[in-house]
């Protein structure tokens, strides 16, 4: 009985809390606020810019080429002989100043021949000496002989002498003349004779002073092919002589590079005659020349001599010819070493005229297009004629104005409109600012 009862109380402990339960869930329900609806705003790309500047930008050229001496002379042996003597300093690399004898050959045989021409020529002179005293003499003969003849013929036609004393005195006469006549001819031939031999003795004494090789110019030994002792025949290449007051560099560098400099420039009638420099006074083409050290970069200023004959086909790259005046002087240790032949170089060519020109980097245009962001902050695309490009930087001709901002960033996907959050550039800025005066 009283187990029943325990068990009819327990089953009420269940209600109070089902009860507060539902309570709990109607006061909820009563308090809850109705959902609130969230303003979302447009999206929008955080984008880079630069404000487009004119600059006055200086149009340059590069290009690359081997170093070589202006003049290059090769020492031949105009003489064949045995060589006595090599200078000291005579080997490859050494710098010898001009006028330095350098080789020597034995000049015996030479000297002997000028010698024989010589006494040839002082006999021709007593010979010619001795045929004229001779030619008066027998000139004498000849007159006396003449009057002995027209004696005896006065006497014959007297009837006092004989036809045959007036033939031998005929025969006498004759005789005079004709040894008259030998001697005549033997004067007439002394000139050529004389000429003969003075050309003998010219020719000898140029041989004798070839026999000695001076330095034409200052030079750097190159290419030595003779040893003292050593026997040379006639025409034999020495050794090769670099000149020192000068080298050039032949640069390849690509067509479409040069065209910037002649970019702007009036038109002209070219003189074929003068074409090279009159192309470098029309562009007034300044070269500079570099070499790479690695951690520095070497410079020399330069002068342009030439465009070369003929464009390479396959590189599409024309020879351009600069010169370095005295690149000896201009060493300075550690810094700048000397412009030896063989030196693979960079030479740079600025044209003079400085033209406005607006600038953008050259990774914003992409494919004749670029990027510009409006006054309304929008995505906008601009097509753009480039004039040329140079370096990092696209040279606009049509499509901007001075001031408009140009995206720079990469914008994947661009939509046409799409709202942009500006950053300006401010560090491109200066760099584009500062083209044209770097160059």
């Known amino acids: 009985m009283n ?27 009563s308090s809850r606020q109705p959902p609130v609806q969230a303003d979302q705003g447009e999206p929008s790309r955080t984008v880079r810019v630069i404000e487009v500047p004119q600059v006055q930008l200086v149009p340059q050229a590069e290009g690359y080429g081997p170093v070589q001496p202006a003049r290059i002379w090769t020492a031949v042996s105009q003489v064949a002989g045995r060589v006595i003597c090599l200078h000291s300093r005579l080997r490859d690399g050494e710098l010898l100043p001009g006028g330095t004898t350098l080789v020597r050959i ?9 010698a ?100 034409p110019f200052d030079l750097r030994v190159a290419n030595l092919k003779v040893e003292e002792d050593q026997y040379v025949a006639v025409g034999q290449s020495l050794f090769e002589g670099d000149a020192v007051d000068r080298v050039e560099i032949k640069a390849q560098v690509p067509m479409s590079s040069l065209r910037r400099l002649f970019i702007g420039r009036p038109d002209i009638t070219i003189d074929i005659q003068r074409m090279s420099r009159q192309l470098s006074d029309i562009v007034n083409i300044d070269p500079v020349v570099q070499l790479d050290l690695g951690n520095h970069v070497a410079q020399w ?21 600069v010169a370095v005046d005295r690149p000896f002087d201009k060493v300075k240790p ?64 049509q499509g901007l104005e001075v001031g408009e901002r140009v995206v720079v960033s990469d914008l994947v996907p661009a939509v046409e409109g799409m709202l942009l959050q500006i950053q300006v550039d401010e560090q491109l800025n200066r760099s584009l600012q500062s083209v044209g005066s770097d160059a």
């Open 3 to 29: 187990s029943g009862r325990l068990l009819h109380w327990n089953r009420w402990l269940i209600v109070p809390p089902v009860v507060l339960g539902l309570l709990v869930l109607i006061w909820m329900a």
């Open 106 to 114: 034995d000049p015996k045989d030479y000297e002997i021949a000028l």
């Open 116 to 215: 024989q021409a010589k006494a040839e020529l002082a006999e021709l002179e007593v010979q010619e000496t001795n045929a004229r005293a001779s030619l008066a003499i027998e000139k004498r003969n000849e007159e006396l002989a003449q009057k002995e003849l027209e004696r005896v013929r006065k006497l014959v036609r007297q009837g006092t002498s004989s036809q045959n004393a007036a033939d031998e005195k005929e025969r006498a006469m004759l005789a005079y003349r004709a040894s008259v006549q030998n001697l005549q001819n033997t004067l007439a031939l002394v000139p050529a004779q004389r000429s003969l031999l003075e050309a003998r003795i010219a020719l000898a004494e140029r041989d004798l002073e070839r026999t000695v090789i001076d330095a």
């Open 301 to 321: 200023d330069a002068e342009f001599v030439r465009f070369s004959d003929i464009v390479e086909a396959e590189t599409r790259t024309m020879g351009v010819v």
């Open 334 to 397: 550690g810094y700048r070493p000397p412009l030896s032949k063989g030196m693979f170089v960079k030479v740079v060519l600025s044209g003079a005229h400085r033209s406005p020109r607006l600038v953008v980097p050259r990774s914003a245009v992409r494919a004749g297009v670029v990027y510009v962001a409006d006054e309304n902050d929008r995505l906008r695309r601009r097509a753009v004629k480039t004039l040329f490009s140079q370096g990092d930087v696209s040279v606009i001709e």
